[in-house]
């Protein structure tokens, strides 16, 4: 079983950027943490970020035969960004959409989800664990749905 983790804009500065919310694990930290987690899990995880619209969307549908879901945190491109939304429809993969903080606790405008409604979930504020969270719940959905 596959994996891709995709990583949106801004997450290349994580564990440097505004640290007293997003904390000072870097992304090259979680990318290792998500790395051991899959190994114990009995999956692989492939890594990726951009801080490019395009890219991300280019990723998802390159995803697709030979990936099995999506972890993929779409920073604030989760609050604009309507062709997100439609290539996670669109690329057909379960994805989990994760956040290290909890937006419904932060400023208005990061209460409202464009991607949530096609997610299979999403995992928010539990700082850089959310990641490990949204893996974990993302391969037991997989690992039941195969089981069927």
Same mark, same amino acid.
């Given at each position: 079983?596959?994996?891709? =983790? %995709?990583?949106?804009?801004?997450? @290349? +500065?994580? #564990?440097?950027?505004?640290?007293?919310?997003?904390?000072?694990?870097? /992304?090259?930290?979680?990318?290792?943490?998500?790395?051991?987690?899959?190994?114990?899990?009995?999956?692989?995880?492939?890594?990726?970020?951009?801080?490019?619209?395009? =890219? %991300?969307?280019?990723?998802?549908? @390159? +995803?697709? #035969?030979?990936?099995?879901?999506?972890?993929?945190?779409?920073?604030? /491109?989760?609050?604009?960004?309507?062709?997100?939304?439609?290539?996670?429809?669109?690329?057909?993969?379960?994805?989990?959409?994760?956040?290290?903080?909890?937006?419904?606790?932060?400023?208005?405008?990061?209460?409202?989800?464009?991607?949530?409604?096609?997610?299979?979930?999403?995992?928010?504020?539990?700082?850089?664990?959310?990641?490990?969270?949204?893996?974990?719940?993302?391969?037991?959905?997989?690992?039941?749905?195969?089981?069927?």
């Amino acid at each position: 079983m596959r994996i891709l =983790v %995709l990583h949106g804009p801004n997450l @290349q +500065a994580l #564990g440097t950027r505004e640290p007293e919310l997003y904390g000072r694990v870097t /992304l090259d930290e979680v990318n290792s943490r998500l790395q051991s987690l899959a190994s114990e899990l009995g999956c692989e995880v492939e890594t990726f970020q951009s801080a490019h619209e395009g =890219v %991300l969307i280019d990723a998802l549908y @390159q +995803a697709r #035969g030979r990936c099995h879901g999506v972890v993929f945190n779409p920073g604030g /491109l989760t609050h604009t960004s309507v062709a997100v939304r439609d290539a996670i429809a669109g690329a057909g993969l379960p994805t989990v959409e994760v956040h290290v903080s909890n937006p419904q606790a932060r400023e208005p405008f990061r209460h409202r989800s464009l991607v949530a409604g096609v997610a299979l979930g999403t995992v928010s504020g539990f700082g850089v664990d959310s990641y490990r969270l949204a893996l974990r719940g993302l391969v037991q959905h997989l690992q039941s749905h195969a089981a069927r």
